[in-house]
Each structure stands twice: as C-alpha cells, then as structure tokens.
C-alpha cells in the first residue's frame, strides 16, 4: 500500500497549484482520503477529506473556499486544488487513507487523527513566498 503525492513547488502569493497523490496497492474508491499539511514548528492538520459514499467533501475553516479536493478513480488519484494561496499555505503536504473502510471523515480534524488515518506517503512541499 503507498500513497505518493506530487505537485508542489514555489508560488507567489496568489498562485495556485494541483496536487496529486496517487493510491497503490488498493482500491481508492473504497477509502476516504485525506489531505493533511505540516509547517514547519506546527502540529500536522488535516485540510481536506473526500468520502467515498457521501460525495460531500470536508473543508478545514483556513482553507475553505481555496481548496477543492477531488478524485479520478479510474487514475486511482485524489487531487487537491489549492488556489489564492497565502505564506501560512506553507507547508508539506501528503495524504493518508482511512484505516479501515468505514472510517469517514469525522475525525480528519482531530489531535489523533493518526489512530483513524494512515499508510502515509512521502509528501509534497509547497512554499508561499514572494
């Protein structure tokens, strides 16, 4: 199981990238994902999560309006669109899946999401700076 995630790189205030992470060793369409983000001296957070089921993704407040999670399961992909970006955007980002097929996106947000999410892949640096 290896989720990869790509795309980042160094923008401007205001600029927009597309991440990607892609999924291997297992089927993405039976798995919530979830974006998180590190700063440096920062606790990891989660910004983003796409259910399976729903269909209803979920935002963290810093990010909402800005960021646009979505999925290719033919690609077994989720992508994350991250646009008008500001320097506290700043950070690494890497997606990890739910631990089980039921977990949802309840505890994406929360101190010990890394008991409902992992499989963590080596993420991608996205730097904010004019």
């Known amino acids: 199981v290896q989720l990869q995630a790509s795309g980042g790189g160094w923008v401007q205030p205001g600029g927009s990238l597309r991440l990607s992470c892609v999924a291997s060793?297992?089927?993405?369409?039976?798995?919530?994902v979830v974006w998180f983000r590190q700063a440096p001296g920062k606790e990891r957070e989660g910004v983003a999560c796409?259910?399976?089921?729903?269909?209803?993704?979920r935002y963290a407040d810093s990010v909402k309006g800005r960021f646009t999670i979505s999925r290719d399961n033919a690609r077994n992909t989720i992508y994350l669109q991250v646009d008008s970006l500001i320097p506290g955007d700043t950070a690494v980002y890497s997606c990890?899946?739910?631990?089980?097929?039921?977990?949802?996106?309840?505890?994406?947000?929360?101190?010990?999401?890394?008991?409902?999410?992992?499989?963590w892949g080596q993420g991608t640096q996205v730097t904010v700076s004019s």
């Open positions: 060793g297992f089927r993405l369409d039976e798995y919530v």
């Open positions: 990890a899946r739910g631990r089980r097929r039921s977990i949802g996106c309840m505890y994406y947000s929360s101190r010990d999401h890394y008991r409902y999410y992992g499989d």
């Open positions: 796409d259910e399976t089921n729903t269909g209803r993704p």
